[in-house]
């Protein structure tokens, strides 16, 4: 495909947003007409259409898509195919959606290819904008958790003592936690056992805090 410059991406937005009729191709051979649109905020796609009663509408956020394939790249087109389902000429129109790290997938029939590749660019191109911003977050983040393993090493030696880190935790972070839970998480991560933690120990140390929500919550404060 073509590429794009931003006034064309800004009008293909646009469009998405306007919604599109595309059918949903199940497994199972069955099929489904459904109004998609891209989110006014663009984190996420939906559609609408959908006779379930209780049913809550399917949204698929863009920092989720693995994947953006043409035609019948797909295995369930592959093997609608083959039953004659659908036809060779509709890979023209086809395109899936893979997400939730491979493990799902959305298999859709545009009108027409015109349609399809509306789609297709829209959608890649906020998926490497999702990519570009999460990059950007991460090294933002390492930056950050990095600036408070220089200032707590004082002596300069490019690591933190057990008594640095635990200073750098109450006195900076503000975070106070049981010797016993301290000790487990600092060896989990000193790989040289010399009761030190070099820049890359102390970014996994600081991982590990993340995933206790009630230290993490109180560092953000």
């Given at each position: 495909m073509a590429s794009h410059n931003d006034n064309d991406v800004t009008e293909i937005l646009q469009r998405l947003k306007s919604g599109s009729a595309l059918t949903k191709c199940k497994p199972?051979?069955?099929e489904y007409l459904r109004q998609f649109f891209l989110h006014d905020r663009e984190s996420f796609i939906s559609y609408g259409g959908s006779r379930k009663i209780f049913g809550k509408p399917q949204i698929y956020n863009i920092k989720d898509i693995d994947e953006i394939r043409i035609g019948f790249a797909a295995e369930?087109?592959?093997?609608?195919?083959?039953?004659?389902?659908?036809?060779?000429?509709?890979?023209?129109?086809?395109?899936?959606?893979?997400?939730?790290?491979?493990?799902?997938?959305?298999?859709?029939?545009?009108?027409?290819?015109?349609t399809r590749d509306l789609w297709v660019t829209g959608l890649e191109y906020l998926k490497n904008q999702n990519a570009q911003k999460s990059q950007y977050h991460f090294v933002r983040e390492k930056n950050w958790i990095l600036d408070f393993f220089h200032s707590a090493d004082k002596d300069?030696?490019?690591?933190?003592?057990?008594?640095?880190?635990?200073?750098?935790?109450?006195?900076s972070l503000n975070v106070k936690m049981p010797d016993a839970v301290f000790e487990r998480m600092f060896n989990q991560v000193d790989k040289s056992r010399q009761g030190a933690l070099n820049q890359v120990d102390f970014v996994n140390f600081f991982n590990l805090l993340t995933h206790r929500k009630d230290l993490f919550g109180i560092m953000k404060t």
């Open positions: 199972n051979g069955k369930t087109f592959d093997r609608l195919m083959k039953r004659g389902i659908v036809k060779s000429v509709d890979q023209n129109r086809a395109f899936s959606i893979i997400y939730d790290d491979h493990r799902k997938g959305e298999h859709l029939l545009a009108s027409n290819t015109a300069q030696s490019n690591k933190l003592t057990k008594d640095e880190c635990r200073a750098l935790l109450e006195d």
